[in-house]
Every structure is written in C-alpha cells, then in structure tokens.
C-alpha cells in the first residue's frame, strides 16, 4: 500500500505564483506516471498536468507556459510551480500517482490519489 500527501494549496492574488507538493511513501517499488487534476465548484475533475516516469510532461491548454510540473524521484515527490495564476484556476488540486507496491509479498500497480489541496486565486 502507498499513500499520497499534498501540501501548498492556499489563497493567492491574480498574477502571484504558488507551489504544490505531493509525496508518496508506503511499501513502494516503483513509481510511474505522477500528475495532478483538479476540480472547481460545479465541474469535472480534469488533468492539468502528468510526468512520466522517464520525466516526459503533458498539460492541459489553460496551464500551458504558466505551470511546470516536476518530480524528484529520490524523494517519490511531484511538485506543481504555478505562476500567473488566474481566478479560473480555482479549485481543488489533486494529485495522482501509478505506483508499483509489494501487498503480500507480490507486486500489485494501483492508482493513488491525495486528499486534495484548496488553491484560490482571488483579490
């Protein structure tokens, strides 16, 4: 079994930057694609951005060239740097993680999710 925990999600002026962190630990063996989602008030959960495990990034139009999404692979950790945060972007934040466990002595690949981090970008 593994576990998620984010930290960083606060209140944040238009235009202020803020940085998400996520941090996997349990019975680990290997971690492969880390991301975060989020959710607004009233809307879907969607993908803002996901790193593979060979560190290729993807995200989402709106966030493009104002969020980067990085991992430390020592530390099982993801992070989100988000600048030039807008009203729209929010939301709760979530992170995600496919990771590799032992259960029992076997390995079993489960998805994770954290217990989500509130982001407000309001004046």
């Known amino acids: 079994q593994a576990q998620l925990v984010e930290s960083g999600g606060d209140l944040v002026q238009p235009g202020g930057s803020q940085k998400l962190s996520c941090a996997a630990s349990?019975?680990?063996?290997?971690?492969?694609?880390m991301g975060w989602f989020r959710q607004a008030p009233g809307k879907e959960r969607e993908l803002v951005a996901r790193?593979?495990?060979?560190?290729?990034?993807n995200y989402v139009d709106s966030v493009k060239g104002r969020f980067t999404i990085s991992r430390d692979y020592a530390k099982n950790t993801v992070y989100l740097q988000m600048d030039s945060l807008k009203p729209e972007d929010t939301a709760v934040y979530y992170c995600?993680?496919?990771?590799?466990?032992?259960?029992?002595?076997?390995?079993?690949?489960?998805?994770?999710w954290g217990q989500g981090t509130q982001v407000t970008v309001s004046s």
């Open positions: 995600h993680a496919e990771i590799a466990t032992l259960v029992l002595g076997s390995q079993r690949n489960y998805a994770y």
């Open positions: 349990g019975s680990i063996i290997s971690i492969y694609n």
């Open positions: 790193i593979t495990s060979g560190g290729n990034t």
